[in-house]
């Protein structure tokens, strides 16, 4: 396994348990990195370009701390992998539960479940993606990949949360609550949300990329207890 590898693995693992967990992406890479013996994801991004590595201990530390959380925990087989070559350069595709990674060796491209989330692009040494050509042919494959990867999770979904009425009311794809409404609310940011927006970015906040379970009909926490 190559080092690179192993950051990317950090990674999958944070999406893994924030999907397991019902926690946002963010404090599952900071879970990720206090069971690395860091103090929070951006310390070991940080050690990991100054040279650190997760050692035997740290990855056991990882695993259990997915099992610690694996209520509703993706299979690791539901992720599907492909190699390919742009202009001679290889690339590993991962399309996962809800999250596209593509790379090789010392960079790669992260695209997650929110259309309005833009792509993480890292790089660690000189790669072929510091060509434009080349970054620009590898977001198109990841985009193509990420449509995919939404397409499947929607077509879980009622069709209401993915298509307004006339009223431009939609249905939330999770809650077993099938209450329609046009107005929505972001738990995290307080944005207030269309219905249409919301189908559009697959339930995610257009301002602030929260995941689906942080969008409610009604801004409850704004409300005097
Ligand atoms: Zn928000």
């Known amino acids: 396994m190559t080092d690179q590898n192993k950051l990317t693995d950090l990674k999958k693992s944070a999406k893994q348990l924030a999907r397991g967990s019902r926690i946002a992406h963010h404090e599952a890479l900071d ?77 790669c491209i992260h695209l997650g479940h929110a259309p309005s989330e833009p792509p993480t692009i890292e790089k660690y040494k000189a790669c072929p993606i510091d060509d434009p050509a080349i970054l620009g042919r590898a977001l198109s494959i990841a985009k193509e990949a990420a449509d995919r990867v939404r397409a499947r999770i929607s077509s879980d979904w009622p069709r209401r949360s993915t298509k307004p009425d006339a009223q431009g009311r939609v249905v939330h794809p999770l809650w077993e609550n099938k209450e329609l409404a046009s107005q929505w609310f972001c738990l995290h940011c307080d944005a207030a949300i269309s219905g249409k927006q919301l189908a559009e970015n697959m339930w995610h906040c257009p301002e602030c990329s929260a995941t689906p379970i942080d969008i409610f009909s009604s801004p409850f926490w704004k409300e005097a207890s």
Not at 39 to 50: G, Q, V
Not at 61 to 71: C, D, I, M, P, S
Not at 87 to 95: C, N, V
């Open 31 to 107: 879970a990720i990195a206090v069971a690395c013996g860091q103090s929070h994801w951006n310390s070991l991004t940080s050690a990991f370009e100054n040279g650190w590595r997760p050692s035997k201990e740290n990855e056991t530390a990882v695993r259990a701390l997915l099992e610690g959380g694996a209520e509703g925990q993706i299979p690791l087989d539901s992720e599907e992998t492909h190699r390919g070559e742009i202009d001679g350069h290889p690339y590993e595709l991962t399309l996962g539960f809800d999250y596209v990674l593509l790379g090789e060796n010392g960079w």
